[in-house]
């Protein structure tokens, strides 16, 4: 089996014995039993999904009768990164500020510095058992 140097290609003994029809025909019956396959589980799915729908129960009349009700709280949140950086500030705020507690009953709050040292400097703590308004506590 040698071959000359002036045969041209595709014409040579080894060329012959490819079978073209036979390789067109495996092509053919693959993409027929492919799409065979795809049709089949089409309507397979089609099948199962019919009847799941004939099982499923229909809804119930009173789902439109009654408005829907917010959920009780606590919510979640949709930014809390946010929000807790916002509550950090109202308590810097308030630790480090002046303000008043209630006008009508004179209390104030001071800064938390302020606060410890005029403890410090009276040498007393405050009676925790009355409250701001000079009542007892409960």
Do not use: C
């Amino acid at each position: 089996m040698t071959e000359s140097p002036h045969e041209t290609p595709g014409t040579g003994a080894i060329d012959h014995e490819i079978d073209r029809r036979g390789i067109v025909k495996t092509g053919v019956w693959l993409v027929a039993i492919t799409l065979g396959s795809f049709v089949v589980a089409w309507l397979f799915y089609e099948s199962l999904a019919a009847t799941e729908a004939a099982r499923d129960p229909r809804p119930s009349p009173l789902i439109g009768a009654a408005p829907l009700a917010a959920p009780p709280a606590p919510l979640l949140q949709p930014a809390p990164e946010r929000e807790l950086a916002a509550l950090r500030r109202r308590e810097a705020a308030r630790l480090q500020g002046w303000g008043w507690v209630d006008r009508g009953a004179e209390i104030a709050h001071v800064p938390v510095e302020r606060a410890i040292e005029a403890v410090a400097a009276s040498g007393q703590l405050p009676d925790f058992t009355l409250s701001p308004a000079g009542t007892p506590a409960p």
